[in-house]
């Protein structure tokens, strides 16, 4: 004959509350978090100069800002000119392409970016591109 025990102590046997359901969900918000963050790029309000042409850019590049007041900001963060050299040589140093992307406000003066573009070169990158806006093209008619 099968017995039941009704008078048991249930707290015997069981350990206390099951997590599994709480860390599945840590779980899946770590995965989120993570997923998104690479997502996210640092905002800058910089207003980008507008071409007809751009071309995609590698997600991987170093980016370096020239806001309007001519402050430097590379990977987010602020820099002064005199330490971009160094700064971005020990950036670049680990990547396998040594690629620069430069994100300049369409109101810095063109010997500014000209003196950032010869600071990057000495620092070691070897392939500068701009970051710019895509222009609508004018329409033509038939």
Known sequence: MIEF???GDLTERSAGP???PMIDMIFQLLIFFLLTSFLILPAVNVALPRSRSPEATSPSALTLTVRR???LLLAGAAVRA???PSLLSAALAGRTEPTLIIQ??????FGRVIEVMEA???GGA???SFLVERAEEP???P
Request: proline letters at 0%; a negative charge.
């Open 126 to 128: 070897r392939e500068i």
């Open 69 to 71: 007041d001519g402050s």
């Open 18 to 20: 099951d997590l599994t």
């Open 139 to 141: 329409t033509r008619g």
């Open 104 to 109: 300049a406000d369409r109101g810095v003066a």
């Open 5 to 7: 025990d009704f008078g």
């Open 120 to 122: 990057a070169r000495a």
């Open 82 to 84: 005199e330490d971009l």
